[in-house]
């Protein structure tokens, strides 16, 4: 979580998911949305920001037999693609969704990793149009054999995950999907940012922000 | 160098019979039961820790979402999720214990006899050296009346309670009322130690773009800063009509904040939404009060409460 001021508004820290660790340098990856990242876009380079982390936990690893699919939707993408990049031996299938083109990110370093992403835009102004996940069950899922040995990793908005959530459930492939929820403090006191699971509320901060699908009760 | 200067200084305070070695608490709510802090903070340096209010049995809490933040302030709606007095008993008190924090078990009851109990149960625990009951809640066998809302009824529930145990009873009281010295009279007639001054305000923010409350639940309890003023003249004006110590809270984030609760009345002060923001916070603000303190060659800190009222 970052600071992004020393004031008193906004108040909180903002969670922030990692897009890239290398060389003892964090890399965080995201999109002005409100009155944080408004801030945050405006510090020049050399600022001090106080940070609280890494916290929570991470995606799972997958055993070796595991074929790799991976999920983006819009900024979901920052994670995924640091995941990405960890599993580009394994050659890891991407899907992109987007609501534009412009909203597209990253791609090219997705090539460098040696992987060509399949990418669909709400309005069709680049790659396939529609969602990401009907894209991703026709080209990738039809018949039993092609689901077998499958895993799947997403991160993106709700309803792109509890649409994943729920054909991964019917063709019962494993699938972790990491979460967002308002938060205030980042260690788990607050219980504010909860996700209902069938083991109860479950705190995004500690436990997650990566969960199995299925272990989330999808409202 | 004068003499006040050679002496050291003395953060100790007295809640009633409650002796703390100063006057910085957690706020219920902001600290979980301790345990979750122990990287951050030396818990025993703390005056006292207020645990995340108790019931009989565990509560699972509001739907998501359950906070927003607002202007220097945050709305929450958790709804009282808490492991029950059992769980913290058996599972969190024993750290508690091992760390020689001074504990004070915040706790709440749908009913007078859900109070009684919660009290009875939580006197007869080990390590714990004081209650605090939050009548901020409903009374669910009657009406529905918010006990800290009508005096009658938080008379009632505090008279209770205060038969029910020998710790040092402290009262928290909700600000969402008309005339909150009446209801401190209200609590100190009934039988308590100390107050609380304040809860959350109640408050509500509704996202624009679709026409909706931001909060599941509707509406949610405002805190940090934003209800600080509100919360200092809550304290100043308890703090004349009142006999018993009172314990500030609402907003506070440095020392100058918690000299302010004190010059309004407050004998000790407690963080809230400052642990969220930073949870090293009430270590920072223990050292700012040091050093304030020596600059103003203050002995006792004890004897800033009630600067105000001169």
Known sequence: ?219 | MNVSMKRNIDLSVKIGTLKLKNPVMTASGTFGYGDEYSEFVDIHKLGAVVVKGLSLKPKEGNPPPRIVETPSGMLNAIGLQNIGIDAFVKRKLPYLREVRAKVIANFFGDSVGEYVQAAEKLSAADGIHALEMNISCPNKQEGWIVFGTDPRVAYEVVSAVRKATTLPLIVKLSPNVTDIAAMARTAEDAGADALSLINTLTGMAIDIRNGKPKLANTVGGLSGPAIRPVAVRMVYECYRKVKIPIIGMGGILSADDVIEFMLAGAAAVAVGTGNFINPRITMDILGELKIYMKSQGIHAVSRLTGGAHC
């Open chain 1, 1 to 219: 979580m970052l600071s992004v001021n020393k004031g008193n508004d906004p108040l909180l820290k903002r969670p922030f998911s990692i897009h890239q660790f290398c060389n003892g340098d964090i890399k965080i990856l995201y999109r002005v949305v409100g009155k944080g990242t408004e801030i945050l876009s405006n510090c020049s380079e050399g600022s001090t920001l106080e940070a609280l982390g890494p916290l929570g936990n991470k995606f799972p690893a997958p055993s070796k037999k595991k074929r790799i699919i991976l999920v983006a939707g819009g900024m979901g993408v920052a994670p995924l693609f640091y995941l990405a990049e960890k599993l580009k031996k394994r050659g890891p299938v991407f899907f992109y969704g987007a609501r534009t083109a412009d909203e597209v990110l990253l791609v090219s370093g997705l090539r460098s990793l040696g992987i060509i992403p399949t990418i669909s835009t709400d309005d069709g102004s680049l790659g396939k149009k529609g969602n990401i996940i009907s894209v991703l069950n026709k080209s990738m899922l039809q018949g039993p054999e092609s689901c077998e040995n499958l895993i799947l990793y997403a991160c993106g908005p709700e309803p792109m995950l509890r649409a994943l959530s729920r054909l991964s459930n019917k063709l019962n492939i494993p699938c972790n999907v990491s979460v967002e929820q308002h938060m205030a403090c980042g260690i788990g006191t607050c219980l504010g940012c909860i996700v209902k699971t069938h083991k109860g509320h479950k705190r995004v901060c500690r436990e997650g922000p990566v969960f199995r699908s299925d272990d989330i009760v999808w409202d």
